[in-house]
């Protein structure tokens, strides 16, 4: 039997699985660390953290592959590695070492950059080159942040790689970048052309020399694991290693979405609630980047919310240390505890509304100054009701993201990510959208998808056999009258943002005061 490796750098955490050819799961690993915010809005983190993460998860699901399961370095016949939208990307030096942490997608500090984007190019130009337009989140103006506000570090930077790109080119010594992670970074990706933007790049004073040459597919073979890294790992020396690509995208791939007019979410730490599409999509504030699979043809349109598991996490670790301790002392887990408390609210948590927007927002809201609101509290709200409030309000975004991709999204919402493991987030996705929901039967995510990638890339699986694996599980039907109740809150959920917005905006300019 022959198995393939897939590893996801995510922002909180790095996993890697092991399945055979035919899609059973054999064993995983997971390695956690957290982002650095030094300062309100910014988000990075240091490169190598992701690197021994990455190798520490794949050296650990070898070993326990050898030791619960017989099976021999020699049966791994590749790997596929995917991350998380790296922003900026990593800045390189001469010598291919970070010069400075990673600007993630969650960093918004590149707010004048972007203003400079929109007056001297124009969002038509953008839309028309790029079918994206300006706003923080894109790496191009985290890396017009860097040449303007650190020219010390500008000078000496002579590459920027994304994530997994960077971790590959640890392991194989070679420098390519998928065209997901080169599509993501926005304003120098020429979407009609597939390829770097030279007219764009020119007008921002972005040497085309920094962006890497070398274009692949998500299915490519890369190069092989070195023999220093092999050994590391405890793999062998020419692996073959599988280009992957954005993390939210290889959760599609997971999900078995290889064709166009699918509509999936990934809900990890973000959200992304993503059309897979054929066609061009402009002018309608999604974020738009080729897909991993049928690059040149296919295109991942989403919209999704900047914080999303990250809320339900911070609201866990600030106001439940109850939860947590019981857990850390042999107790259930803390989010069961809280999900179980949870389901005994009714929808709407009697009365209240929770904005998501902890760091701004991206598509389709696109306000940096949008802050983390709770709108409705009494006295008689218990810790019960606005946990609930905070998984209502992510299934809100949802349904906003869904709104605005505004084509036909088919009979139900593929949904991944660690909000499946709780039934009754599940069923609240289900109750404010209105659609069926199906998630998949592994807790797996990107981490399936990638070995897919790599099961195609080498040649060991074609995409009718990934196609035959069953990998999703029952629908969760919408209850009608919860979804009759949501349809009022939502409308509330928009009107109080739209209501707030002019102040969420002077109380950023107060806290720099």
Same mark, same amino acid.
């Given at each position: 039997?022959?198995?393939?490796?897939?590893?996801?750098? #995510?922002?909180?955490?790095?996993?890697? @699985?092991?399945?055979?050819?035919?899609?059973?799961?054999?064993?995983?690993?997971?390695?956690?660390? !957290?982002?650095?915010?030094?300062?309100?809005?910014?988000?990075?983190?240091?490169?190598?953290?992701?690197?021994?993460?990455?190798?520490?998860?794949?050296?650990?699901?070898?070993?326990?592959?050898?030791?619960?399961?017989?099976?021999?370095?020699?049966?791994?016949?590749?790997?596929? /590695?995917?991350?998380?939208?790296?922003?900026?990307?990593?800045?390189? !030096?001469?010598?291919?070492?970070?010069? $400075?942490?990673?600007?993630?997608?969650?960093?918004?500090?590149?707010?004048?950059?972007?203003?400079?984007?929109?007056?001297?190019?124009?969002?038509?130009?953008?839309?028309?080159?790029?079918?994206?337009?300006?706003?923080?989140?894109?790496?191009?103006?985290?890396?017009?942040?860097?040449?303007?506000?650190?020219?010390?570090?500008?000078?000496?930077?002579?590459?920027?790689?994304?994530?997994?790109? =960077?971790?590959?080119?640890?392991?194989?010594?070679?420098?390519?970048? !998928? =065209?997901?992670?080169?599509?993501?970074?926005?304003?120098?990706? !020429?979407?009609?052309?597939?390829?770097?933007?030279?007219?764009?790049?020119?007008?921002?004073? /972005?040497?085309?020399?920094?962006?890497?040459?070398? /274009?692949?597919?998500?299915?490519?073979?890369? +190069? #092989?694991?070195?023999?220093?890294?092999?050994?590391?790992?405890?793999?062998?020396? +020419?692996?073959?290693?599988?280009?992957?690509?954005?993390?939210?995208?290889?959760?599609? /791939?997971?999900? #078995?979405?290889?064709?166009?007019?699918?509509?999936?979410?990934?809900?990890?730490?973000?959200?992304?609630?993503?059309?897979?599409?054929?066609?061009?999509?402009?002018?309608?504030?999604?974020?738009?980047?080729? =897909?991993?699979?049928?690059?040149?043809?296919?295109?991942?349109?989403?919209?999704?919310?900047?914080?999303?598991?990250?809320?339900?996490?911070?609201? $866990?670790?600030?106001?439940?240390?109850?939860?947590?301790?019981?857990?850390?002392?042999?107790?259930?887990?803390? =989010?069961?505890?809280?999900? %179980? %408390?949870?389901?005994?609210?009714?929808?709407?948590?009697?009365?209240?509304?929770?904005?998501?927007?902890?760091?701004?927002?991206?598509?389709?809201?696109?306000?940096?100054?949008?802050?983390?609101?709770?709108?409705?509290?009494?006295?008689?709200?218990?810790?019960?009701?606005?946990?609930?409030?905070?998984?209502?309000?992510?299934?809100?975004?949802?349904?906003?993201?869904?709104?605005?991709?505004?084509?036909?999204?088919?009979?139900?919402?593929?949904?991944?990510?660690?909000?499946?493991?709780?039934?009754?987030?599940? %069923?609240?996705?289900?109750?404010?959208?209105?659609?069926?929901?199906?998630?998949?039967?592994?807790?797996?995510?990107?981490?399936?998808?990638?070995?897919?990638?790599?099961?195609?890339?080498?040649?060991?699986?074609?995409?009718?056999?990934?196609?035959?694996? %069953?990998?999703?599980?029952?629908?969760?039907?919408?209850?009608?009258?919860?979804?009759?109740?949501?349809?009022?809150?939502?409308?509330?959920?928009?009107? @109080?943002?739209?209501?707030?917005?002019?102040?969420?905006?002077?109380?950023?300019?107060?806290?720099?005061?």
């Amino acid at each position: 039997m022959d198995y393939l490796l897939g590893t996801d750098i #995510g922002t909180s955490g790095t996993k890697t @699985i092991l399945m055979d050819t035919k899609g059973k799961l054999i064993t995983q690993d997971l390695q956690e660390y !957290d982002v650095l915010t030094p300062k309100p809005l910014w988000a990075e983190q240091w490169p190598d953290v992701w690197y021994e993460a990455t190798k520490a998860s794949i050296r650990n699901t070898v070993e326990k592959a050898s030791k619960e399961a017989g099976i021999d370095k020699s049966q791994i016949k590749g790997i596929a /590695i995917s991350g998380l939208y790296g922003g900026s990307g990593i800045p390189l !030096d001469e010598n291919m070492k970070p010069i $400075r942490p990673c600007m993630i997608w969650m960093d918004r500090r590149a707010q004048e950059e972007t203003h400079w984007a929109l007056d001297t190019i124009g969002e038509e130009k953008l839309l028309e080159i790029t079918h994206n337009g300006a706003d923080p989140y894109y790496g191009y103006t985290k890396i017009l942040w860097m040449k303007n506000k650190e020219p010390e570090n500008w000078a000496k930077t002579k590459l920027f790689l994304p994530p997994n790109d =960077y971790v590959i080119y640890k392991f194989t010594g070679e420098v390519a970048i !998928d =065209y997901s992670s080169a599509g993501n970074i926005g304003g120098i990706f !020429d979407m009609n052309k597939r390829t770097w933007s030279e007219e764009l790049m020119e007008a921002m004073g /972005i040497p085309l020399s920094m962006m890497p040459q070398r /274009i692949v597919e998500s299915t490519d073979i890369v +190069g #092989g694991l070195t023999k220093e890294c092999a050994e590391e790992l405890g793999l062998w020396e +020419g692996l073959p290693v599988v280009a992957g690509g954005i993390d939210c995208g290889a959760a599609n /791939i997971g999900l #078995g979405v290889f064709e166009a007019g699918v509509y999936a979410a990934a809900i990890g730490t973000s959200m992304c609630a993503a059309l897979i599409s054929d066609k061009p999509v402009k002018g309608k504030g999604l974020i738009v980047w080729p =897909y991993l699979y049928d690059a040149k043809k296919l295109s991942y349109y989403f919209a999704g919310g900047n914080t999303a598991g990250a809320i339900v996490k911070w609201f $866990r670790t600030t106001f439940c240390q109850f939860e947590v301790e019981s857990q850390n002392n042999g107790g259930p887990n803390a =989010y069961d505890t809280l999900n %179980q %408390q949870a389901e005994k609210i009714p929808a709407g948590s009697e009365g209240l509304v929770v904005l998501p927007y902890f760091m701004g927002e991206r598509s389709p809201v696109w306000d940096s100054d949008a802050k983390g609101t709770i709108v409705g509290l009494s006295l008689t709200h218990t810790k019960a009701h606005i946990y609930r409030a905070f998984l209502e309000a992510v299934a809100y975004c949802l349904k906003d993201a869904m709104e605005a991709t505004g084509e036909d999204l088919g009979e139900y919402i593929l949904l991944a990510g660690g909000v499946t493991k709780s039934e009754v987030w599940k %069923q609240i996705f289900a109750d404010v959208t209105g659609y069926p929901v199906v998630s998949p039967i592994y807790d797996a995510e990107a981490n399936l998808g990638d070995v897919m990638l790599a099961g195609i890339g080498t040649g060991l699986l074609s995409y009718d056999e990934v196609k035959t694996w %069953q990998v999703l599980g029952d629908k969760v039907m919408p209850n009608a009258g919860n979804h009759e109740k949501y349809k009022k809150y939502y409308k509330l959920y928009k009107s @109080i943002y739209n209501n707030l917005k002019q102040d969420m905006k002077e109380l950023t300019e107060a806290s720099k005061l």
